[in-house]
């Protein structure tokens, strides 16, 4: 069996958290104003695509919905289908950009289910690199990421801009 460990997730699972705080996904949806400082690189009148602020790997995007919900039943079968497409569009602009191996496209449902913020759906896209596993994140509690976070968005932002 293999295992992916995250140990530099660390930051983001120790952060202060405030029960009276806006949802971060409902927060990135209604600030349209500022979608490179909130990572935002695509949105339409329901979904949009944001990069993941503590990533997995280079280019960890995730697809929201704007609509602040825990459960896929609430979603239109419009958003459902949009999520599928645009997870599609999100593999072929890595694929083009950063050439990865392979995939890993899913949500984590509930908190029982791994979700780290489980009260807004989200869909997970998450380019591999068949060397992207090896001694640094187990052995030095470290993750080495290629490229910063604005770098990379700066480099998929314009490709994004093409969606329809």
Same mark, same amino acid.
């Given at each position: 069996? %293999? ?23 409902? =927060? ?13 690189? &695509? ?5 949009? @695509? ?32 949009? @999520? ?12 083009? =950009?950063?050439?990865? %191996?392979? &995939?890993? &496209? ?5 908190? =029982?289910?791994? =979700? ?15 060397? %992207? ?26 490709? &994004?801009?093409?969606?329809?």
């Amino acid at each position: 069996m %293999d295992y992916l460990w995250a140990p530099w997730r660390m930051e983001y699972i120790r952060r202060e958290r405030n029960d009276n705080q806006e949802c971060v996904f409902c =927060a990135k949806w209604k600030d349209k104003k500022n979608d490179r400082k909130n990572l935002v690189l &695509f949105r339409d009148e329901d979904i949009y @695509v944001v990069m993941n602020l503590y990533p997995y790997t280079n280019g960890h995007l995730l697809i929201c919905s704007n609509q602040h919900t825990d459960s896929l039943d609430v979603l239109s079968q419009k958003t459902m289908n949009r @999520v599928m497409s645009l997870s599609r569009e999100c593999m072929s602009i890595l694929k083009t =950009a950063m050439n990865p %191996d392979g &995939f890993n &496209f899913g949500a984590n449902l509930g908190k =029982a289910g791994g =979700a780290g913020i489980a009260e807004h759906i989200h869909f997970h896209v998450v380019p591999r690199w068949e060397s %992207d596993t090896n001694f640094m994140p187990v052995i030095g509690q470290s993750k080495v990421i290629m490229d910063g976070l604005y770098d990379t968005y700066d480099e998929l932002k314009p490709q &994004f801009d093409n969606i329809k």
